[in-house]
Protein backbone atom coordinates (compact mmCIF):
# COMPACT_ATOMS: atom_id res chain seq x y z
CA UNK A 1 0.00 0.00 0.00
CA UNK A 2 1.07 3.30 -0.77
CA UNK A 3 1.60 6.24 1.64
CA UNK A 4 -0.81 8.50 -0.20
CA UNK A 5 -2.86 5.62 0.56
CA UNK A 6 -3.13 4.76 4.05
CA UNK A 7 -3.48 9.07 5.19
CA UNK A 8 -5.71 9.56 7.29
CA UNK A 9 -6.41 13.03 9.12
CA UNK A 10 -6.08 13.38 12.50
CA UNK A 11 -9.65 14.82 14.21
CA UNK A 12 -8.18 18.14 14.56
CA UNK A 13 -6.35 18.42 10.78
CA UNK A 14 -10.41 16.91 10.31
CA UNK A 15 -12.52 19.85 11.78
CA UNK A 16 -9.86 22.28 10.45
CA UNK A 17 -10.82 20.95 7.16
CA UNK A 18 -14.39 20.99 7.24
CA UNK A 19 -14.55 24.33 9.08
CA UNK A 20 -12.69 26.08 6.49
CA UNK A 21 -14.52 24.38 3.96
CA UNK A 22 -17.76 25.11 5.31
CA UNK A 23 -16.83 28.80 5.73
CA UNK A 24 -16.12 28.98 1.95
CA UNK A 25 -19.18 27.67 1.15
CA UNK A 26 -21.44 30.01 3.44
CA UNK A 27 -19.17 32.94 1.63
CA UNK A 28 -20.77 31.75 -1.78
CA UNK A 29 -23.98 32.15 -0.45
CA UNK A 30 -23.50 35.03 0.36
CA UNK A 31 -23.19 34.58 4.68
CA UNK A 32 -20.31 36.51 6.47
CA UNK A 33 -18.89 33.33 8.78
CA UNK A 34 -17.13 33.97 11.99
CA UNK A 35 -15.63 31.04 13.35
CA UNK A 36 -16.05 29.96 17.43
CA UNK A 37 -18.54 32.46 18.38
CA UNK A 38 -19.62 32.38 22.02
CA UNK A 39 -23.51 32.29 22.72
CA UNK A 40 -25.54 33.80 25.57
CA UNK A 41 -26.06 30.43 27.17
CA UNK A 42 -22.24 30.15 27.16
CA UNK A 43 -22.44 27.37 24.66
CA UNK A 44 -19.88 27.89 21.35
CA UNK A 45 -20.39 27.52 18.20
CA UNK A 46 -18.07 26.33 15.60
CA UNK A 47 -19.35 28.39 12.60
CA UNK A 48 -21.94 31.68 13.13
CA UNK A 49 -22.95 33.41 9.76
CA UNK A 50 -24.66 36.46 9.10
CA UNK A 51 -26.67 36.26 6.10
CA UNK A 52 -27.61 38.65 3.51
CA UNK A 53 -31.31 39.46 4.70
CA UNK A 54 -29.80 39.00 8.48
CA UNK A 55 -30.62 35.32 9.04
CA UNK A 56 -28.06 33.86 11.55
CA UNK A 57 -26.97 30.16 10.67
CA UNK A 58 -25.05 27.81 12.80
CA UNK A 59 -22.85 25.30 11.73
CA UNK A 60 -21.59 22.67 13.95
CA UNK A 61 -18.29 20.94 12.74
CA UNK A 62 -18.15 17.18 13.18
CA UNK A 63 -14.66 15.52 12.99
CA UNK A 64 -16.11 11.68 12.93
CA UNK A 65 -18.93 9.73 14.68
CA UNK A 66 -17.32 9.23 17.96
CA UNK A 67 -17.21 13.60 18.42
CA UNK A 68 -20.86 13.56 16.70
CA UNK A 69 -21.83 10.87 19.54
CA UNK A 70 -19.81 12.41 22.65
CA UNK A 71 -20.59 16.09 22.08
CA UNK A 72 -23.93 16.85 21.75
CA UNK A 73 -24.36 20.18 22.73
CA UNK A 74 -25.60 21.57 19.72
CA UNK A 75 -29.61 21.07 21.05
CA UNK A 76 -28.93 23.82 22.57
CA UNK A 77 -27.94 26.30 19.60
CA UNK A 78 -31.61 26.23 18.30
CA UNK A 79 -32.87 29.46 20.30
CA UNK A 80 -30.13 31.38 18.84
CA UNK A 81 -30.14 31.24 14.83
CA UNK A 82 -33.10 30.84 11.85
CA UNK A 83 -30.75 27.96 10.23
CA UNK A 84 -28.85 25.04 11.77
CA UNK A 85 -26.07 22.51 10.33
CA UNK A 86 -24.06 20.23 10.83
CA UNK A 87 -20.82 20.30 8.73
CA UNK A 88 -19.39 16.84 7.92
CA UNK A 89 -16.67 15.30 6.21
CA UNK A 90 -17.31 13.51 2.79
CA UNK A 91 -16.35 10.33 4.43
CA UNK A 92 -18.42 10.85 7.40
CA UNK A 93 -21.40 7.90 8.06
CA UNK A 94 -24.57 10.90 7.58
CA UNK A 95 -26.75 7.58 8.06
CA UNK A 96 -25.98 8.98 12.22
CA UNK A 97 -27.50 12.34 11.99
CA UNK A 98 -30.64 13.35 13.45
CA UNK A 99 -33.39 14.28 11.00
CA UNK A 100 -34.43 17.72 10.98
CA UNK A 101 -30.81 19.76 10.53
CA UNK A 102 -29.48 21.23 7.64
CA UNK A 103 -26.24 19.01 6.33
CA UNK A 104 -23.27 20.52 4.34
CA UNK A 105 -20.93 18.01 3.50
CA UNK A 106 -17.16 20.04 3.31
CA UNK A 107 -13.90 19.34 2.84
CA UNK A 108 -10.74 22.08 2.83
CA UNK A 109 -11.43 23.38 -0.14
CA UNK A 110 -15.00 24.12 -0.35
CA UNK A 111 -18.59 22.42 0.37
CA UNK A 112 -21.85 21.60 -0.57
CA UNK A 113 -25.29 21.73 0.82
CA UNK A 114 -27.08 18.13 1.07
CA UNK A 115 -30.12 19.10 3.18
CA UNK A 116 -31.52 22.63 3.65
CA UNK A 117 -31.78 23.56 7.24
CA UNK A 118 -35.59 24.17 7.99
CA UNK A 119 -36.18 28.12 8.72
CA UNK A 120 -37.31 29.09 12.12
CA UNK A 121 -37.03 32.83 11.92
CA UNK A 122 -36.16 34.43 15.91
CA UNK A 123 -37.76 36.60 17.31
CA UNK A 124 -37.12 40.31 16.68
CA UNK A 125 -35.52 41.60 19.95
CA UNK A 126 -32.82 38.93 20.09
CA UNK A 127 -32.15 38.89 16.32
CA UNK A 128 -31.02 42.23 16.81
CA UNK A 129 -29.27 41.31 20.35
CA UNK A 130 -27.47 38.47 18.34
CA UNK A 131 -26.53 40.84 15.32
CA UNK A 132 -24.81 43.73 17.75
CA UNK A 133 -23.03 40.72 19.49
CA UNK A 134 -21.91 39.31 16.00
CA UNK A 135 -21.16 42.85 14.83
CA UNK A 136 -18.85 43.77 17.49
CA UNK A 137 -17.25 40.11 17.80
CA UNK A 138 -16.14 40.86 14.31
CA UNK A 139 -14.70 44.28 14.72
CA UNK A 140 -13.12 42.95 18.08
CA UNK A 141 -11.18 40.20 16.33
CA UNK A 142 -10.65 42.58 13.40
CA UNK A 143 -8.30 45.14 15.72
CA UNK A 144 -6.71 41.69 17.37
CA UNK A 145 -8.84 42.04 20.68
CA UNK A 146 -9.42 39.10 22.40
CA UNK A 147 -13.25 38.03 22.41
CA UNK A 148 -14.71 38.79 25.53
Known amino acids: MDAAASFSPSRPETTEAVTRGAARLLLSLGYIPMAEVTLPNGRRGDLMALGPRGEIAIVEVKSG ?8 KWGEYGPYCD ?9 FPRHHLPEGPGL ?3 DLF ?8 PH ?9 ALTLMFGRLAAL ?3 GGAEG
Open 104 to 106: IVA
Open 83 to 91: LFYFAVAPH
Open 65 to 72: LEDYRVDR
Open 120 to 128: TPLAGARRK
Open 141 to 143: RAL
Open 110 to 117: GGAVLIDA
